[in-house]
């Protein structure tokens, strides 16, 4: 039980809970709905559909064999490997924490290969979601979904990937061709200020399998 994938599941709203639902059957333990929105401007709507769709993205964690089996029945499920349906994909985690189901897990061997594809996340204050976006749009990127990390409440806090995200933030989250990966991480950087101490944060990870994209 040392192999985990996060999996990253992005549908329609209203579809989230259907999504957890069948993952269960597939041995994934449960997760987490995030509400989000695409922003893609192509008129080929080459990837998450529509802009200002209102999205629901679901992120769970899984032993791997379990994650694979669970992503098929999802593609198969929601007709993913359609265009205008949704995306499903699975990232190698080296660790988490913070699952009630799992121990503590620090994986690092074998995710240094390269991908085809990866994941950029950038956290920056409520308000610069768009300019992320613009930023990523200048460096080739084809779009991008928005998450809203709010709390219900003002003293409260959302937990992504155990990182904590303070109230008042949104998370952007980019999947780009690797050759692309890197002049748009440094577009971002460079125009948000993200150096800048408060400004935001940036990560990226290989993303091991996708479906949906066109």
């Known amino acids: ?26 041995g994934v333990k449960g997760g987490t709905i995030c509400m989000g929105k695409g922003t893609v401007k192509s008129k080929l709507l080459e990837f998450l559909e529509i802009n200002d769709v209102k999205k629901e993205i679901v992120i769970m964690v899984a032993e ?16 993913l490997d359609k265009p205008n349906h ?9 660790n988490f924490i913070g699952s009630k189901h799992y121990d503590y897990v620090d994986r690092k061997k ?8 990866n994941v950029i996340f950038t956290i920056v204050n409520k308000g610069l979601a768009e300019d992320v976006i613009d930023a990523a749009t200048k460096a080739g990127s084809k779009g991008g979904t928005i998450i ?5 409440g003002v003293n409260e806090q959302n937990l992504l990937f155990s990182m904590v995200i303070e109230p008042e ?13 890197e002049k748009i991480v440094e577009n971002i950087r460079d125009e948000l200020n993200i150096d800048k101490p408060g400004n935001g944060v940036m990560f ?5 399998k996708v479906y949906g994209l066109k």
């Open 110 to 117: 074998g995710l240094e290969k390269k991908t085809m594809h």
């Open 169 to 181: 933030k949104e998370v952007v989250m980019i999947i780009s061709e690797s050759d692309s990966t």
């Open 86 to 94: 949704g995306i499903v994909f699975s990232i190698g985690l080296m």
């Open 204 to 208: 990226v990870s290989g993303i091991k």
């Open 64 to 79: 791997t064999e379990n994650a694979q089996n669970a992503m098929l029945h999802l593609r198969k499920e929601f007709h």
């Open 148 to 152: 809203n990390a709010r709390g219900s």
């Open 1 to 26: 039980m040392d192999n985990f994938d996060l999996i990253i599941c992005i549908v329609n709203n209203g579809h989230g809970s259907k999504v957890l639902r069948l993952a269960k059957t597939q």
